[in-house]
């Protein structure tokens, strides 16, 4: 049983830029959930994706979308970079909506 | 105030000396998550329990779901038990989303 993978693990990018994340789920799962994580604080939930459908919705502007793929694996994508976009990027997958399991998290650096 | 509460925020100890951390939450839940997250790292399941007590290693964890309280202990501890610790409260029917507690930042000394 693999776990939850996530690339690129770090990542420099220009404010303005547009950004690509990429998590596998782990094998099983079909909901992947995304936080941002901020140097210092908790995890902001982002959103939520479920059987490929967005299941709910942090406090996030439109510019952070994903997708969900049929093999429940999934992309978060960040346009227009700004620098407070700067933080670890968490995925979590789970079986519905109960027990998330964490991937390792990618570092974005917004210049 | 928080629906999860950690307690303390920041905690030094001295390696083998036995910690504790409390959490406690005022929503309903069916089980609580402890996460562990190392300096600059991703996030590691330690524990998911909705009774009683369970332990892994020198890792204990207990809850009382009447008191709405759960605790998270470390015997002998080490400096590399050094990181984060975090409760959480996984979604329940119709939510979708975790809530995380405030986070114990816990450092051993060797």
């Known amino acids: 049983e693999t776990g939850v993978t996530q690339s690129p693990t770090h990542l420099i990018k220009t404010r303005g830029q547009q950004v690509t994340l990429r998590c596998s789920s782990q094998?099983?799962?079909?909901?992947v959930s995304w936080y941002q994580q901020a140097l210092g604080q908790g995890p902001q939930f982002i959103f939520q994706?479920?059987?490929?459908?967005?299941?709910g919705r942090g406090n996030f502007p439109p510019r952070f979308s994903g997708l969900q793929f049929p093999n429940y694996s999934s992309e978060l994508n960040v346009n227009a970079l700004e620098l407070d976009d700067s933080a670890l990027y968490l995925c979590?997958?789970?079986?519905?909506?109960?027990?998330?399991?964490f991937g390792p998290g990618t570092r974005l650096t917004v210049t | 105030k928080n629906e999860v509460e950690q307690s303390p925020q920041n905690l030094t100890a001295q390696e083998g000396e036995f910690i504790t951390i409390n959490c406690s939450y005022s929503v309903g839940i069916s089980a609580l998550h402890w996460l562990q997250q190392h300096p600059g790292g991703g996030i590691v399941s330690l524990f998911m329990?909705?009774?009683g007590k369970k332990k892994h290693g020198r890792l204990i964890a207990t809850i009382n779901i009447q008191e709405k309280h759960s605790s998270l202990h470390i015997t002998a501890s080490h400096p590399r038990d050094s990181a984060v610790y975090i409760c959480a409260v996984p979604p329940t029917s119709g939510t979708y989303k975790y809530i995380f507690g405030t986070g114990t930042r816990l450092k051993v000394l060797a």
């Open positions: 329990l909705s009774s």
């Open positions: 094998s099983g799962h079909n909901t």
């Open positions: 994706y479920y059987r490929e459908e967005e299941n």
């Open positions: 979590a997958s789970s079986l519905e909506s109960y027990e998330q399991y």
